[in-house]
């Protein structure tokens, strides 16, 4: 079995991608949006950090955390929210493997996400960009601010972006991949 090395800094902030399981686009499902949005909120009172940007894609979601000082514990909030986005959504059972069921693991997340550290503030800047940018990238809007999924209008509204941002030439963005 492979074993993952994951850096536990305490307070810091973290770039988050979660896959769905096998890829399937249920993510943006209504079910799934309001159950994820609630888990996050049932999870927050307990487990605060903070979410300087995010977004919901059909088969993946990227978010930025910022945890409390002295809160290095970012594996429990993703187990919750995990799980928890998994009972609400009230999904008909899926195909399951044994390890899946073994894990009691209900098929709709990976089992696995990727976690980057962020090392300062323009690494932050550039994951915000990434995130935001990310449904133009998979070809799911036009322009950020028309994918209902994201972080972008708050953005919009605290003066962080213009609403009509998107233009590639002009970001720091790599289009190939991870930011």
Not at 54 to 69: F, S
Not at 137 to 158: Q, T
């Amino acid at each position: 079995m492979a074993r993952f090395r994951r850096v536990f800094t305490p307070g810091a902030t973290w770039f988050f991608t979660v896959v769905a399981a096998r890829r399937r686009p249920l993510l943006t499902d209504p079910r799934v949006i309001s159950a994820f949005g609630t888990a996050m909120r049932e999870v927050r009172q307990t487990l605060p950090f903070s979410m300087p940007a995010w977004v919901i894609l059909p088969d993946h979601l990227h978010v930025i955390w910022t945890l409390p000082e002295g809160d290095k514990d970012y594996p429990r909030r993703w187990s919750i929210i995990k799980r928890r986005t998994s009972q609400l959504a009230d999904f008909p059972t899926m195909a399951r493997s044994c390890s899946m069921v073994a894990r009691r693991e209900s098929g709709l997340w990976q089992r696995r996400y990727w976690g980057h550290l962020i090392r300062d503030k323009e690494d932050l800047h550039r994951h915000i960009d990434y995130i935001h940018f990310n449904p133009v990238r998979h070809g799911d809007a036009d322009v950020p601010a028309a994918w209902p999924y994201s972080s972008f209008a708050r953005h919009v509204r605290d003066g962080t972006y213009p609403r009509d941002w998107c233009a590639a030439q002009d970001l720091a963005i790599d289009t190939r991949g991870e930011p």
